[in-house]
């Protein structure tokens, strides 16, 4: 399903933010050293922000239930966090630093996309602008994931 007003972008982004948070709150059961777990605390403060900011604006262009659940079911298989906190372990980000911000420098990546193709359809300005403006932070911790992935890599 292709997402077509803010209405439906808002309700895709709050799912892909709860399942951010709840991919790095299972991370953390999991995880053991010290230094993955502060990792993955600091990326959760950036996920709740987002959840937040985007809760508060779907508040204001609500979508029908059943459009809702459609929504979420046909997207989750495309961007919502694929595999999970299993994909995590397959991608060492458990148990390695480098593992950790690979991870969430792809998952990044991914929302920069993401966020990007939902801004362009909003046609309300202020939507278009919390899209563009998460964008904007969300390439901004990209860019924070790899200079931190560069810098364990040396």
Do not use: W
């Not at 459009?67 to 999970?84: H, N, P, Q, R, Y």
């Not at 309300?124 to 560069?150: A, P, Q």
């Amino acid at each position: 399903m292709v997402v077509r007003n803010e209405g439906q972008a808002l309700c895709v982004a709050v799912e892909m933010e709860r399942r951010a948070i709840r991919v790095y709150e299972r991370a953390l059961m999991l995880a053991t050293d010290p230094a993955v777990i502060a990792g993955i605390r600091e990326i959760l403060v950036d996920e709740r922000e987002h959840l937040r900011r985007f809760s508060k604006m779907k508040e204001t262009h609500p979508v029908p239930a059943e459009e809702e659940k459609m929504l979420i079911s046909s997207m989750a298989a495309e961007v919502l966090f694929a595999g999970g906190v299993m994909e995590m372990k397959r991608e060492q980000a458990l148990t390695t630093l480098v593992g950790l911000y690979r991870y969430a420098a792809d998952s990044e990546a991914g929302a920069v996309e993401t966020y990007g193709s939902f801004a362009e359809k909003c046609e309300d300005k202020r939507v278009h602008d919390t899209f563009m403006s998460i964008v904007h932070e969300e390439s901004e911790h990209l860019t924070v994931l790899l200079d931190k992935l560069e810098q364990l890599q040396k």
